[in-house]
């Protein structure tokens, strides 16, 4: 099966632009996952997704990011506008439903560079 | 607060070598993950832990788990070089919809 893919592998782009990130999860599952990770620091939550509804958006920054999943396939993750802050490499995971271990399957990331 | 130590940060070692990754939490939790991340690729899953005194083996590396302990160990055996990568423990917070809560991630070099 295809595994979660990331779109872009990188942007480049100076502050006070938008940026927007997409992830597409391994077909079938349910629940997807945004995780940041900055330089130098640990990967961090940022949301959870089941399906279409955010379960948990917890660990989102602050209200410049918007995440979406309409339909519960792919996703996004919007920075309006980007601050200097949000640099960094944007993780998305997927899971099944019902698994006894929830074990997450990483895409390859999305390095987010704000100049 | 669910808070997650790796130890140690970095780690050099020769090839044939054996060591040991150290993964400590702070509150109780009965799920953590152990991941492989090589440069530029996707973090890649290792081994899922789910109760006390899981042990489990995939070639070289072996994970174990201590929930009274607080405490996840990957032992590296016979090191080879293509185990170089950095290693992430990652534990569910079970006070926070099982959020995972990483640890900063152990680079490993080895040294043929």
């Known amino acids: 099966e295809a595994g979660v893919t990331q779109f872009p592998s990188h942007s480049v782009i100076e502050k006070g632009q938008t940026v927007t990130l997409r992830c597409d999860p391994i077909s079938g599952h349910d629940n997807l996952y945004w995780y940041r990770r900055v330089m130098g620091k640990e990967i961090k939550f940022l949301l959870h997704f089941v399906k279409e509804s955010k379960q948990d958006e917890s660990g989102m920054p602050n209200n410049r990011f918007l995440a979406e999943r309409t339909g519960g396939t792919y996703s996004t993750l919007k920075v309006q506008p980007a601050e200097l802050e949000d640099s960094g490499v944007y993780f998305c995971?997927?899971?099944?439903?019902?698994?006894?271990?929830?074990?997450?399957?990483f895409g390859p990331g999305t390095r987010l560079t704000v100049l | 607060e669910l808070k997650v130590e790796q130890n140690p940060l970095f780690l050099s070692m020769q090839e044939g070598k054996n060591y040991t990754i150290y993964c400590n939490y702070s509150t109780t939790s009965d799920r953590l993950y152990w991941y492989r991340q090589d440069p530029g690729k996707s973090l890649e899953s290792l081994f899922v832990?789910?109760?006390n005194g899981a042990v489990k083996q995939e070639g070289r590396l072996m994970a174990s788990l201590d929930t009274k302990a607080r405490l996840s160990t990957l032992h590296i055996t016979a090191a080879v070089h293509d185990l170089s990568a950095t290693y992430f423990c990652a534990v569910a917070d079970m006070d926070s919809n099982y959020q995972l809560i990483w640890g900063a991630g152990t680079k490993l070099i080895i040294k043929p």
């Open positions: 995971a997927s899971s099944r439903s019902f698994s006894l271990n929830n074990e997450q399957f």
């Open positions: 832990l789910l109760s």
